[in-house]
């Protein structure tokens, strides 16, 4: 199925429209002619941006909605005004040291906005939800990553409805908001020194456009019975490597590399698949599906209400034991595990 088949007449709904993923989307879609193009975001700046951009573009049938995901309510009301056909859901909390600070948003931005989407989403029998997870997901070694593992679990164990429920691992994507090479730039363009956390630190990179594309691949070929994709890529690219060849295409010469180390969460190098996922079938528009161990419905369910408790106890202990049983490669930082109490070793 083409891009365009599935877009065009449809009602097509993106969290998170005002984000860096969110917005390239909607523009995307836009060209696709769909009957109505639903943007939500809770931030009301990032939702000006793009009802802006679409509007100077000549869109007349997108809606922008001020809310969030964890609000029922108003999720409720958008899909019975609007009936979105299908979901985009790029909705999140993504920046890793900011939520090491703050666990608790993280968790119900990130988990449980996505239960509630996905529940709503059932309910009015959207056609297909497809979430933009993250390869931090992968043996997650920060909150974020968990959260959004979590949510992928959530997707997986949803019961068996009409509405097709997906996800999609990204890593780094050039150009969006917080990613390094504008960072580097700045860095560069003040005379530096430019700050990398660690010599051997590596990331996968995708363009905007490439981003665009496998999500879309991910909509247009999602099985039925819920399922992760990722996208096919090339080798890591050391971050110390991307340092220098910004600094040489900039002639900045005396601009120096400083190494500040790991933060909090961090990883050396990401993965896209856990030991214990394979492969399933040949890529398909440069998007691999993967057979993910799921949970079983009744311990999702007794597993996100103890952790919803914990979160109204604002009990940082009770959400880490209840994360690391529901993820078990889970394994918390030291800056989280110092916060309960937890002794690490130096």
Same mark, same amino acid.
């Given at each position: 199925?083409?891009?365009?088949?599935?877009?065009?007449?449809?009602?097509?709904?993106?969290?998170?429209?005002?984000?860096?993923?969110?917005?390239?989307?909607?523009?995307?879609?836009?060209?696709? $002619?769909?009957?109505?193009?639903?943007?939500?975001?809770?931030?009301?700046?990032?939702?000006?941006?793009?009802?802006?951009?679409?509007?100077?573009?000549?869109?007349?049938?997108?809606?922008?909605?001020?809310?969030?995901?964890?609000?029922?309510?108003? @999720?409720?009301?958008?899909? *019975? =005004?609007?009936?979105?056909?299908?979901?985009?859901?790029?909705?999140?909390?993504?920046?890793?040291?900011?939520?090491?600070?703050?666990?608790?948003?993280?968790? =119900?931005?990130?988990?449980?906005?996505?239960?509630?989407?996905?529940?709503?989403?059932?309910?009015?029998?959207?056609?297909?939800?497809?979430?933009?997870?993250?390869?931090?997901?992968?043996?997650?070694?920060?909150?974020?990553?968990?959260?959004?593992?979590?949510?992928?679990?959530?997707?997986?164990?949803?019961?068996?409805?009409?509405?097709?429920?997906?996800?999609?691992? @990204?890593?780094?994507?050039?150009?969006?908001?917080?990613?390094?090479?504008?960072?580097?730039?700045?860095?560069?363009? =003040?005379?530096?020194?430019?700050?990398?956390?660690?010599?051997?630190?590596?990331?996968?990179?995708?363009?905007?456009?490439?981003?665009?594309?496998?999500?879309?691949?991910?909509?247009?070929?999602?099985?039925?019975?819920?399922?992760?994709?990722?996208?096919?890529?090339?080798?890591?690219?050391?971050?110390?490597?991307?340092?220098?060849?910004?600094?040489? $295409?900039?002639?900045?010469?005396?601009?120096?590399?400083?190494?500040?180390?790991?933060?909090?969460?961090?990883?050396?190098?990401?993965?896209?698949?856990?030991?214990?996922?394979?492969?399933?079938?040949?890529?398909?528009?440069?998007? *691999?599906?993967?057979?993910?161990?799921?949970?079983?419905?009744?311990?999702?369910?007794?597993?996100?209400?103890?952790?919803?408790?914990?979160?109204?106890?604002?009990?940082?202990?009770?959400?880490?034991?209840?994360?690391?049983?529901?993820?078990?490669?889970?394994?918390?930082?030291?800056? @989280?595990?110092?916060?309960?109490?937890?002794?690490?070793?130096?």
């Amino acid at each position: 199925m083409s891009f365009a088949d599935l877009h065009a007449g449809q009602s097509v709904l993106i969290t998170g429209a005002g984000g860096s993923i969110g917005s390239a989307l909607a523009k995307f879609i836009h060209r696709l $002619q769909p009957r109505c193009l639903l943007l939500i975001d809770s931030s009301e700046q990032g939702l000006y941006r793009i009802h802006s951009d679409l509007s100077e573009a000549g869109s007349r049938s997108h809606v922008p909605i001020l809310g969030s995901v964890t609000d029922e309510r108003c @999720l409720r009301d958008s899909f *019975q =005004r609007w009936r979105p056909d299908i979901i985009y859901h790029a909705a999140a909390f993504k920046h890793v040291p900011l939520t090491e600070m703050n666990p608790f948003a993280v968790v =119900r931005n990130n988990t449980f906005g996505t239960s509630t989407l996905a529940a709503v989403a059932q309910r009015f029998e959207v056609a297909r939800l497809i979430m933009i997870s993250t390869d931090k997901a992968v043996n997650p070694e920060s909150i974020m990553g968990a959260s959004k593992r979590l949510a992928e679990l959530v997707l997986l164990g949803m019961p068996a409805c009409s509405t097709r429920l997906a996800s999609v691992r @990204l890593g780094n994507v050039l150009g969006s908001e917080g990613s390094v090479v504008p960072f580097f730039l700045e860095q560069i363009a =003040r005379g530096g020194p430019v700050t990398v956390t660690d010599p051997a630190v590596e990331r996968y990179f995708l363009t905007m456009d490439d981003t665009v594309r496998r999500v879309m691949a991910c909509a247009a070929s999602c099985p039925s019975d819920g399922a992760v994709a990722i996208p096919v890529m090339a080798q890591p690219v050391k971050i110390a490597d991307l340092a220098r060849y910004l600094i040489d $295409q900039a002639s900045a010469k005396d601009v120096e590399i400083v190494y500040t180390g790991l933060r909090p969460g961090d990883k050396l190098r990401e993965q896209f698949v856990s030991d214990g996922e394979s492969a399933v079938g040949a890529p398909i528009d440069g998007v *691999q599906w993967i057979d993910s161990p799921r949970a079983s419905e009744g311990e999702l369910a007794a597993g996100l209400a103890e952790l919803n408790a914990a979160l109204d106890e604002m009990n940082l202990s009770k959400l880490l034991n209840v994360l690391t049983r529901l993820v078990p490669k889970y394994e918390p930082s030291a800056f @989280l595990l110092q916060q309960v109490g937890v002794p690490v070793a130096h």
